[in-house]
């Protein structure tokens, strides 16, 4: 039984997925598509949308494209990571994109790639009548030479339309690159500021999705008005945001055995202040541990795979909870890179600094040593790399935080950001905001024990001629220690796409890669 069709749901409600048919129609979304939707089918050339992160920007491109399928005349390509290493490694993306072949055993120069990409689109554009729409997700890591090309595309034209219809969404980042591009900006046509929702429109996609995701069409869950209060105050009316939130309170609401949801629940699962949790956590801990056997109870001892799934997943409600409040254990910058070489004492303190900073859980774990090593390892700087590149690398992306954390593992660094070759730089734990998705399936090419190792597979990769796109996801238990797994960025919804992803793999990486979706109890995670 899936977890959901206690609630009597046919499909999870709010899966952090981008699925179009859940896509809550917020006026500005729908005035932003309405333009994007006139301005591709008018021939207008370049569109950009920019927005925040979690504002709805990737399920707003999923659902433009939907908006064109089963239209002869549209044909909409979609390029994911807009990053690349030169001129020609893009030409030669953007030519396969449109079905153009490259001879075998001939070097194609750029020009050779921009006049086969010309032809393409004027045959296209004018002698068939189609127009050619390229997508960019992630448009804030377009490189400079990519803007130029892009440029030069939009002058592929006749006298009443552009031949190729270029949309990007972009993060905030790219408004300084279009205001040092001016000759990029000023051939924008239509440009959209998406910004988060506002209180009623929060409500209203809520009640959206569990209606969308509902047997009979109606909402079988009740959300008070000061629990909606509390899920806007706690996301700032950022999708992204509410839809991780309201996962969690689902599941909370499942284990409770509760109909309706409430502020305090709410405050649980956003885990906003600690003095509220300090107080709420043993009374959560007592109503988690009667809904586990009421549901035990009603859908019998074959739910224990879903008794499981639940319980990983709102654990942080009532973990290292205890009624006797203790002082925490001082934070000191540890010094040491190997974890044996650690004091216990030192330990507990770099591992409660980045728990409860990061990813807080309750003032009494300051008190508790936690099982797993206070470092992850140490890198050694080479010639032309960044720390933030680095921090993004180990952990999956890089903010203030990390940088601090990272800053005060490092005592002997004085200055992060004029760090040179051979610098050794120590990386502390931070456990992840949050586990990986559920029902999700990744494809792990490596696996390795130490995080020089993980980092030169990944090095190497970037520099090679076949680039996969490839992150670190390091993690910790009880039964593997510290490992580090090498998995493609992309997660997949169904087993069948990993296969066909490990499928397309080269084949000394295809031979050895392997689909992974459990990680097993007690896991903790230092990589979102």
């Known amino acids: 039984m899936e977890y959901y069709q206690i609630l009597n749901l046919t499909r999870e409600p709010f899966s952090n997925s981008p699925e179009p048919e859940f896509f809550y129609q917020s006026p500005q979304h729908v005035e932003c598509l309405q333009n994007l939707e006139i301005a591709v089918r008018l021939r207008r050339g370049l569109n950009v949308v920019i927005g925040d992160v979690g504002t709805g920007k990737t399920t707003l491109c999923r659902r433009l494209i939907g908006k064109f399928e089963g239209d002869e005349n549209i044909k ?306 080479k010639r032309g790399w960044i720390v933030s590149k680095m921090i993004a690398a180990v952990y999956g992306f890089c903010d203030p935080k990390h940088l601090r954390l990272v800053k005060e593992a490092n005592p002997h660094i004085r200055n992060l950001n004029r760090v040179v070759a051979g610098n050794v730089i120590n990386f502390p734990v931070i456990p992840a905001k949050s586990n990986p998705p559920m029902w999700s399936y990744f494809v792990q090419i490596a696996k390795r024990d130490d995080l020089g190792e993980a980092h030169k597979l990944l090095y190497e990769n970037s520099n090679s001629n076949k680039i996969l796109p490839l992150r670190i996801f390091p993690y910790w238990n009880d039964r593997e220690g510290l490992k580090f797994s090498i998995l493609l960025k992309e997660n997949f919804t169904n087993k069948e796409s990993a296969l066909r992803a490990i499928g397309g793999l080269p084949p000394p990486v295809s031979s050895d890669a392997k689909i992974v979706s459990e990680w097993g109890e007690n896991t903790v995670f230092f990589a979102n």
């Open 76 to 381: 909409t390509h979609l390029l994911l990571d807009p990053y690349f290493g030169d001129a020609a490694e893009f030409l030669s993306a953007v030519s396969r994109m449109f079905g153009l072949e490259e001879k075998p055993g001939n070097s194609v120069t750029e020009w050779q790639l921009k006049e086969n990409i010309k032809n393409y689109l004027f045959e296209q554009g004018v002698d068939e009548q189609k127009t050619v729409v390229l997508i960019i997700d992630e448009g804030q890591k377009i490189p400079d030479f990519c803007l130029e090309i892009l440029r030069e595309f939009l002058n592929y034209e006749t006298n009443e339309y552009k031949l190729l219809q270029i949309v990007i969404f972009a993060q905030n980042e790219f408004r300084k690159t279009l205001r040092k591009r001016s000759n990029f900006a000023d051939r924008i046509n239509f440009l959209y500021d998406l910004e988060p929702l506002n209180f009623k429109d929060t409500r209203l996609m809520i009640r959206y999705r569990m209606e969308k995701a509902s047997k009979t069409g109606e909402n079988p869950l009740h959300f008070t008005y000061p629990a909606m209060r509390a899920i806007y105050r706690a996301t700032d009316g950022y999708p992204r945001k509410i839809v991780i939130l309201c996962h969690q309170i689902i599941l909370a609401v499942i284990v409770q055995n509760r109909t309706s949801v409430g502020w305090s629940l709410v405050r649980a699962c956003a885990r906003r202040e600690v003095s509220d949790r300090a107080r709420v956590v043993p009374w959560a801990r007592v109503t988690v541990l009667s809904g586990v056997l009421v549901i035990l109870l009603v859908f019998g001892l074959g739910t224990d795979q879903l008794k499981k799934l639940v319980y990983s997943n709102v654990s942080h409600l009532f973990k290292g909870s205890s009624l006797t409040e203790k002082k925490p254990v001082p934070f000191e910058a540890v010094k040491e890179t190997k974890a044996e070489n650690i004091s216990v004492k030192e330990l507990a303190s770099v591992a409660i600094k980045a728990k409860t900073e990061v990813a807080p859980d309750s003032v009494l774990e300051a008190s508790i040593a936690l099982p797993y090593p206070a470092m992850l390892g140490k890198l050694a700087v």
